[in-house]
């Protein structure tokens, strides 16, 4: 599946690249977003991503998306007795017991429709997403003195819904809610009795960005 993917993504970034260098007009969009993802039991954190699209007509266009996501957690524990400083503030000594910095980097066919109604200087439009998500886990543990780095991946999905407005002839602003669905696995192995195990790691959640979409 994972393999059948990469594949099926790489032929459409070559049509797509292709198209950009025989074709003419407004037909290749870019798309630079900026925003903020909350995932399940994940502290908020920023939200970057690209966006490489051709036009099939004025309201639909299809093409690729990548984000990054990174999140960090660091478990701290007190350490001695209080302190205070002659204004009466306290001072508390900490240790860093564990510290893990997440990546997920998302890989998705995206296709986009822009709705035939306007509110205003306003444009809506829909966009689904569906590919492969990518997490890259750097955990220390300071207390076993134990480092590693885990790989977790897995097939998924983001369904995003937003509004348009138009600052030129080839460029415009985007804001956009989205969902994104990111359970992935790691370790997947059997047992000696020959049942499937593995780790899985849940990374969907909710999200808001805003993109910059230049027309060339």
């Known amino acids: 599946m994972f393999y059948r993917l990469i594949i099926f993504l790489s032929i459409v970034v070559a049509n797509l690249c292709a198209n950009s260098f025989f074709s003419s007009g407004p037909q290749i969009q870019h798309e630079l977003s900026l925003g903020i993802y909350k995932a399940n039991d994940v502290e908020s954190d920023m939200n970057l991503g690209y966006g490489y699209y051709r036009l099939i007509d004025e309201s639909v266009s299809v093409g690729i998306a990548v984000d990054l996501f990174t999140t960090n957690y660091t478990k701290l524990s007190n350490v001695g007795v209080p302190d205070t400083t002659g204004l009466g503030q306290e001072i508390i000594t900490q240790q860093v017991e564990v510290d893990m910095t997440s990546y997920l980097l998302p890989l998705m066919g995206s296709a986009k429709i822009g709705f035939p109604i306007e509110f205003g200087p306003l444009s809506p439009f829909g966009k689904i997403e569906i590919g492969w998500n990518n997490l890259f886990n750097n955990e ?41 669905n990111a359970k992935m696995k790691a370790n997947v192995d059997k047992t000696e009795a020959g049942l499937p195990i593995f780790d899985e790691l849940n990374m969907s959640g909710l999200g808001i960005q805003f993109g910059l979409l230049m027309s060339l």
Do not use: H, P
């Open 140 to 180: 220390t543990n300071y207390v076993t003195e134990e480092r590693k780095l885990r790989f977790f991946n897995g097939f998924g999905w983001t369904f995003c819904a937003g509004t348009s407005l138009e600052l030129g002839d080839k460029t415009n602003i985007n804001l956009e809610m989205l969902y994104r």
